[in-house]
């Protein structure tokens, strides 16, 4: 094995990017690891911060790569995937990284084609209908067709230098299993809901499978050298508190359950795992029993009170609205200083209630990182 990377460099709409020919796993120490700190509820010298979506539309440099290249392809493709990795950090004072991927890749890896349209989001020509359709999926070495995205984690770990730490993550089963039957984007999820009325056991069947191939696939980003994991089951505010605890739950209990299983019967460190389940604040309390790190939370959510039901001894992560990042500097800095303040600086990463918006303003994300590191 070769001790170092090899690389070369060349050249993408005046965008210089690096590009490893072979690449091994003996990483650069880390320098800033408030983050690990902070899931692990350790001392940190300042609250961390990051922004779900930080590599994305919002940024003007992004948006030169997407003109020379398909969403897919960027993901794909691992030195595009480092490069718009990389674009945040270089304009902000971030504490943590995340690989530029996307969710549908699971869905994509199990066969089925996943567009991404403009102004609509990723597009499904040929969604699931009735559970016959479940005989087309192809799960079975469904990681071996994402190791792209293993590829891109262990270049970007070298890119980064150890500057801030990796994180890796993953769409959850019940929100995979809706855009595979919405066919996209849902404001209702009526059809994915019906499944679980009219097709109950070959619901469980998909959310089975689903869950399989996302414990192969966030052993592989560990493996890959992820420093941290987010599971996003961000359609959960679909499901009333019963149907979250009863269809969603279960399987992202069990992705914890057997990741760490895995990763502890092969003497693999273990890495702080969080849970971002969007909508689903009526159930801290039984997201604190799951085992997770951290646990993520939307704008909806009051900090005191989330403190309160997840204990002292679970991560926060949040959770300003989206929204207010169209707001004044002063008005955004306002905010900011106020949330970090509720949230303490024991336990607390602080980050937007979801992911950023394609028109917000950078000045915004200036103001947002400075104030959190300045709150406290």
Request: proline share 7%; with cysteine.
């Amino acid at each position: 094995m070769d001790i170092f990377c090899k690389l070369h460099l060349f050249i993408l709409s005046n965008i210089f990017i690096f590009e490893y020919s072979t690449c091994t796993k003996d990483f650069p120490p880390l320098k800033n690891d408030n983050l690990l700190r902070a899931a692990r509820g350790e001392p940190v010298d300042r609250v961390p911060v990051w922004v779900m979506r930080q590599a994305g539309r919002y940024l003007p440099e992004f948006q030169e790569v997407r003109k020379q290249h398909d969403f897919f392809t960027v993901c794909r493709t691992p030195e595009l995937a480092c490069e718009v990795t990389m674009q945040p950090l270089r304009r902000f004072d971030l504490d943590a990284s995340i690989i530029f991927s996307d969710i549908l890749v699971i869905p994509q890896a199990f066969g089925m084609t996943v567009e991404m349209h403009a102004g609509v989001g990723p597009v499904f020509p040929e969604p699931l209908q009735t559970p016959a359709d479940l005989s087309k999926l192809k799960p079975e070495g469904a990681v071996d067709r994402l190791s792209y995205v293993g590829d891109a984690i262990t270049m970007m770990r070298h890119l980064l230098d150890g500057r801030v730490p990796l994180i890796g993550f993953t769409g959850a089963p019940w929100t995979l299993m809706g855009y595979m039957i919405e066919g996209g984007g849902s404001k209702t999820m009526s059809k994915a809901k019906a499944w679980l009325t009219d097709y109950p056991e070959d619901t469980k069947k998909l959310l089975t499978m689903l869950t399989t191939a996302i414990v192969d696939y966030l052993e592989m980003q560990v493996k890959a050298g992820a420093q941290l994991l987010q599971v996003f089951e961000s359609s959960a505010e679909h499901l009333t508190k019963e149907d979250f605890l009863n269809i969603a739950v279960p399987y992202i209990k069990d992705i914890h359950d057997k990741l760490t299983q895995r990763l502890t019967s092969q003497s693999i460190p273990l890495v702080p795992m969080t849970l971002f389940a969007k909508g689903a604040g009526h159930s801290l309390k039984e997201q604190a029993a799951l085992g997770y790190d951290i646990i993520g939370l939307d704008w909806t959510v009051d900090p005191e009170e989330a403190r309160k039901e997840v204990g002292p001894n679970i991560t926060l992560q949040g959770n300003l609205d989206p929204q207010d990042m169209y707001k004044t500097p002063e008005e955004i800095r306002s905010l900011v200083t106020d949330m970090v303040r509720k949230f303490g600086k024991t336990r607390y990463i602080a980050n937007l209630g979801h992911g950023i918006t394609p028109q917000t303003p950078i000045v915004s994300m200036e103001v947002l990182v400075d104030a959190v590191h300045k709150a406290l």
